[in-house]
């Protein structure tokens, strides 16, 4: 059976069609990402990006919220722009609020070293103590790390867990007492 006589030729470019305008079109319904979490459920599409920041008390031009006072050149006295901003209604205050105990909270401590790392600055301070060069010798050391590289890994390991080093600096002078 032979093909439909239109089906083989390729469509041609339509050079009336206006591609600007319905680019345009689809990025002005898209509705902005917003990160922070307080934002997003108090946002109402219905309004614009500056009417609903207004409302939540929020500055759409941080220039425009905290002006820079402009100085004189002769006398450095500060001069002001004259105009004062009328006070802004904030109906969703608690967007702020929310905000601002969020930023009030401690920040978490996130530094923490890789269990394979651990064991190896314990086994290489457990066998060569201080001895950086006899620990780049070592066998165990499979990454070929240069002696001032272990020391920095030892150190790091000593600020990320200074108690748990000190514990295991105590745990092994009595082996050593042993020893001797």
């Not at 269990?115 to 950086?132: A, C, F, S, T």
């Not at 070592?138 to 867990?161: G, S």
Request: charged residues 35%; aromatic residues 8%.
């Amino acid at each position: 059976m032979p093909k439909a006589k239109g089906k083989s030729r390729r469509q041609k470019y339509s050079y009336n069609l206006n591609r600007k305008r319905l680019y345009r079109s689809a990025r002005r319904r898209a509705a902005p990402r917003i990160a922070c979490s307080h934002i997003r459920h108090a946002w109402d599409p219905t309004k614009s990006v500056a009417q609903n920041l207004a409302e939540m008390g929020l500055a759409e031009d941080p220039n425009k919220a905290v002006p820079i006072l402009k100085k004189k050149l002769l006398g450095m006295e500060v001069e002001s722009n004259g105009r004062e901003q009328g006070k802004k209604i904030v109906r969703k205050p608690y967007v702020v609020n929310e905000m601002e105990y969020e930023a009030s909270l401690p920040e978490k401590k996130s530094n923490t070293l890789s269990r394979d790392l651990i064991d190896y600055v314990r086994y290489m301070i457990q066998n060569h103590g201080e001895n950086y060069k006899e620990m780049a010798r070592d066998e165990k050391n499979y990454y070929q790390d240069t002696p001032k590289q272990i020391k920095r890994k030892i150190n790091v390991y000593k600020n990320f867990y200074p108690e748990e080093y000190k514990d295991f600096i105590e745990s092994l002078k009595p082996e050593k007492m042993d020893v001797q």
